[in-house]
């Protein structure tokens, strides 16, 4: 099965947030190193149970999701576009973030919402979307199956993704979806693991191309691309 292609932003693969994310996944997806032991107080055995999707998709912020490229389209050219694009914008400001409870799951967010990030992330799912090749039906039908508004299953018939636009909201998963039992405990771990991290404003800086080699398998982060003041 061809492999897919996913437009994220990650931060920086030596910097000290992306190093606790990844230990806290247990996975690494820049170079392939797995994490064991405890972290911040849970038994590493019940954290992988709690962030199995997560630990596969690895540490990331979705822009442009999970694609099959289209026909007639090549790595290389999806690689150059990026150059390219990323050549033409600058920064942008993403501001204080926080830990928050999203559907079920916990991510770290921004602590508002921006308007210029919104914009960004928007021009680059339109940009983008010429390399995407359909969605199956199966995949459709997969996705319509956990619930969407009308709106997003316009927005997913359009773009293959239900939450762009003004559906976007920027998130750094860290767990699946957490019944009652684990909510409140693994909360609080997170927060004691990311918090002093999340005391800075941050900065969308680049774009991080992430591959799926075979459906199923574990993402991986394959290259960076920066983003230069025009």
Do not use: C
């Amino acid at each position: 099965m061809a492999a897919r292609y996913a437009i994220y932003h990650a931060p920086m693969a030596t910097g000290a947030l992306w190093e606790r994310a990844s230990t806290w996944l247990g996975r690494d997806a820049a170079n392939g190193d797995v994490f064991e032991g405890p972290v911040a107080g849970i038994d590493r055995d019940r954290l992988l149970n709690l962030t199995q999707s997560a630990n596969r998709y690895g540490f990331h912020a979705t822009i442009k999701a999970p694609m099959a490229l289209a026909e007639g389209a090549l790595p290389e050219d999806l690689h150059a576009s990026l150059r390219s694009f990323t050549a033409g914008h600058a920064p942008v400001e993403m501001g204080a973030m926080r830990l928050a409870l999203i559907d079920g799951f916990i991510a770290i967010v921004p602590g508002e919402r921006r308007e210029t990030l919104q914009d960004f992330a928007a021009r680059v799912v339109e940009e983008f979307e010429p390399f995407r090749a359909p969605m199956s039906l199966k995949d459709r039908a997969a996705r319509v199956a956990k619930g969407l508004t009308p709106r997003q299953e316009e927005l997913l018939d359009g773009y293959g993704y239900p939450y762009v636009f003004e559906q976007f909201q920027l998130h750094m998963t860290l767990t699946d979806r957490l019944g009652d039992a684990d909510r409140d405990e693994i909360f609080a771990a997170a927060s004691t693991w990311f918090g002093p991290l999340l005391e800075k404003p941050m900065v969308l800086d680049s774009l991080t191309l992430f591959e799926e080699p075979e459906r199923g398998r574990p993402f991986i982060r394959t290259a960076d691309f920066a983003l230069a003041q025009p």
